[in-house]
C-alpha cells in the first residue's frame, strides 16, 4: 500500500518535527510506502480560478508545476495525509492551495450530497482515504472547532485530527481509522 | 475624521469576470465617497512584489474592512489565506498596526453552489482572523449560486434577489457609522429558483459542456481520468 505525506514548508516547529516523525513511523508500521512532498511558495502558485481542469484539459491543472505530480500521486495512494499548521481556524496558505488544486479529481457537474446540499461529483470510483492533521501552538477552542467543521460539515469520508500534544494520542486516533480507498 | 475604508477583492481569477470584483464594487457604491476614503485592494495583483508592502500599509491604517471572496472547497481561497497569513505576520511586527483600534470587518462570500450556508465556516475564518488582529469582526454577507445571480441580474426573476442583494450591501453601509456595537446576524441570500434546483444542475451541468465543446472537447472528454486509464 501506498501513502503519501504533504507537508508545508512553513512552520516546520518542534512540535511539527515531532508529528512528521510519528507519522513516518506509523505509516512504516502498517507496511505502506510513504511519499513526501513539502509544499511551499517556491514549488506551488495559486488556483487561477479558470476552470481549464475541467473544460481544456480535464482531469489536469492547466498550471505547470508541482501540483500535477501531487494530484497524480493522490490517485494513486491509498492514503493522503495532509499535515498542517492550523491558521485563523483552517488549513495554512501553502496546505490550502493543494487543496483547492485538487478539484481536477472532481467533475464540475452538480449533485446532492445526502443531507441536501450541493456538491461536484466525483470523476473516480475511489479515492485515497484522507487524513487532516491540524498542529499549532495556542489554539482557541473557537479555532480548533472551526478547523473540524472546516471538513467534517462539508466532506464525507475524510478523517480531521488535532495535535494535542501527545504521541499516543495521536497514535491512538490513527489507529482508529479504516484504512483503504474510499468513495467521496 | 474621515475613515478609511479598504475593500479587498480576493478573487483569484487573472482575467476572467470576477463576480467577487462585482459584488465588492456593488458593495462600495453604497458608500458615500464624500464620507469615506474608499481604497480598494486586489490580492490577486498584490501578491507578489512590492505592491503586497503597499496593500499591508494600506490596510494597517483601515478603520474599516469588507472582504469579497469565492469559496474555494468550503473555506478561503488560497491565495487569500495567504495574503491573510502574512498581514498577520506584518501585524505582529507593526507597531502602527496594532495601535489601531476599533476597525471592523466585513465579509461577502459567494459560492457556486445555490445554498448560502455553506460559506459560513469562510465568514468564520475571517471572524477569526479579525480577532487576531484584534478587529471587530461585524457579519457576513453568505451568497449562494453568486455567479449566476450576476449573470442573470437583468432578468425579471432575478429581480427580487437583486433588491436582496442591494439592501444586504446597505445594512454594511448603516452599520459602519454607528458607534455602539451590537450584535447583527450574517445575511443569507440564496438562489430563487423560478424552476426545480434539478433543472438549475442540468443549465449548470450544460453550461460546462458548451465551454469545453468551445475548447474543442467532446462531453464524453470532460469524464476523463487522466491519472487512472484502466478505470
Not at chain 1, 512528521?20 to 502558485?45: Q, R, S, W
Request: charged fraction near 25%.
Amino acid at each position: 500500500m501506498k501513502a503519501l505525506l504533504i507537508l508545508d514548508k512553513e512552520f516546520q516547529t518542534q512540535t511539527f518535527r515531532s508529528l512528521k516523525d510519528v507519522l513516518e513511523k506509523f505509516l512504516h508500521t502498517k507496511g505502506f510506502e510513504t511519499e513526501l512532498i513539502e509544499v511551499g511558495a517556491d514549488n506551488l502558485t495559486y488556483c487561477m480560478g479558470c476552470f481549464g481542469c475541467w473544460i481544456k484539459k480535464p482531469g489536469e491543472c492547466v498550471i505547470n508545476d508541482l501540483m500535477s505530480q501531487i494530484n497524480n500521486s493522490i490517485m494513486n495512494s491509498d492514503m493522503v495525509i495532509y499535515l498542517t499548521p492550523i491558521i485563523f481556524g483552517q488549513f495554512s496558505a501553502n496546505i490550502k492551495n493543494t487543496i483547492d488544486r485538487n478539484i481536477p479529481n472532481i467533475l464540475p457537474f452538480f449533485e446532492t450530497k445526502p443531507d441536501g446540499s450541493t456538491t461536484h461529483p466525483p470523476r473516480y470510483k475511489t479515492y485515497p482515504k484522507q487524513v487532516i492533521i491540524g498542529y499549532g501552538d495556542e489554539l482557541s477552542e473557537e479555532d480548533k472547532q472551526l478547523f473540524m467543521d472546516v471538513t467534517n460539515k462539508h466532506r464525507r469520508n475524510i478523517e480531521v485530527l488535532i495535535d494535542q500534544g501527545t504521541t499516543e494520542n495521536l497514535l491512538a486516533a490513527l489507529n482508529k481509522i479504516e484504512f483503504g480507498k474510499v468513495g467521496l | 475624521m474621515v475613515k478609511n475604508i479598504v475593500l479587498i477583492n480576493a478573487s483569484p481569477k487573472i482575467k476572467e469576470q470576477s463576480s467577487s470584483k462585482d459584488l465588492l464594487d456593488m458593495a462600495g457604491n453604497q458608500l458615500d465617497p464624500n464620507t469615506y476614503n474608499k481604497t480598494f485592494i486586489d490580492v490577486r495583483k498584490s501578491i507578489s512584489g512590492p505592491k503586497l508592502s503597499e496593500a499591508f500599509a494600506t490596510l494597517s491604517k483601515a478603520d474599516v474592512i469588507i472582504i469579497s471572496f469565492p469559496l474555494y472547497v468550503f473555506c478561503l481561497p488560497g491565495i487569500l489565506t495567504r495574503f491573510l497569513q502574512d498581514y498577520y505576520k506584518y501585524y505582529t511586527e507593526n507597531s502602527t498596526a496594532r495601535d489601531k483600534v476599533k476597525v471592523k470587518v466585513y465579509a461577502i462570500v459567494n459560492c457556486g453552489f445555490p445554498e448560502p450556508e455553506i460559506n459560513l465556516e469562510a465568514v468564520r475564518v475571517i471572524r477569526s482572523f479579525s480577532q487576531h488582529i484584534n478587529a471587530e469582526f461585524r457579519f457576513g454577507v453568505l451568497i449562494g449560486g453568486g455567479p449566476m445571480i450576476l449573470a442573470a441580474k437583468d432578468a425579471p426573476f432575478m429581480k427580487k434577489t437583486i433588491q436582496q442583494l442591494r439592501a444586504a450591501f446597505s445594512s454594511i453601509a448603516e452599520d459602519i457609522p454607528q458607534e455602539q456595537i451590537t450584535k447583527h446576524d450574517h445575511i443569507y441570500l440564496g438562489l430563487k429558483f423560478p424552476f426545480s434546483k434539478r433543472l438549475f444542475y442540468f443549465f449548470g451541468g450544460r453550461g460546462w459542456v458548451t465551454l469545453a465543446r468551445k475548447n474543442g472537447l467532446q462531453k464524453t472528454d470532460l469524464y476523463k481520468k487522466p491519472y487512472r486509464l484502466n478505470e
